[in-house]
């Protein structure tokens, strides 16, 4: 683990959350009972849902799954959410509107979009943000696709710089 706060520490430990491929850490804490066929026939549970944290200077690396997935705020740092969408990139702030301006509770990534998220330091000494995902129907990790830049290219014009640095 880096060299994080006592806060940061202690959450990690207390929800028992693990290192993410695409960055960060998290724990899976419902998959629903219920299960749904999708559009494409495939049949999946209705719902799931995890915590995930970010911590100093990690970042949740361009991905896309085939499922809607919705970013739900609990604490600490604002996350900007950057979603690739028709040829540009949409970038949603995950955070309490009260302490942090132009930011929500929750976000939303439509099924099949790439998208990449990073923590926003407000300068209030929080080095951590710990956020919700709810994915409907049930997320699969045979159903994850991280990006490498070559995939990306010419996805949004104008957004080099961001697609690089949010690239592994």
Not at 16 to 44: A, I, M, N
Not at 125 to 152: M, R
């Amino acid at each position: 683990m880096p060299d994080l706060s006592p806060a940061a520490t202690q959450l990690i430990r207390s929800l028992d959350l693990q290192p993410h491929p695409e960055g960060g850490y998290y724990r899976e804490t419902y998959r629903g009972r219920e299960h749904v066929v999708c559009q494409d026939g495939r049949t999946r549970e209705a719902s799931t849902a995890i915590y995930y944290m970010l911590c100093g200077s990690d970042y949740s690396a361009w991905h896309r799954i085939r499922s809607d997935e919705l970013w739900h705020f609990h604490a600490g740092s604002p996350v900007d959410v950057h979603v690739i969408a028709d040829g540009g990139i949409v970038t949603h702030r995950l955070g309490d509107p009260l302490r942090h301006a132009g930011a929500a509770f929750q976000a939303m990534v439509p099924a099949g979009h790439w998208f990449a998220a990073e923590r926003v330091d407000p300068g209030d000494g929080a080095d951590f943000a710990l956020v919700g995902c709810t994915v409907a129907p049930a997320f699969q990790f045979s159903e994850f696709e991280l990006a490498d830049i070559e995939t990306l290219a010419g996805l949004a014009s104008g957004h080099d710089a961001l697609l690089r640095r949010l690239a592994r």
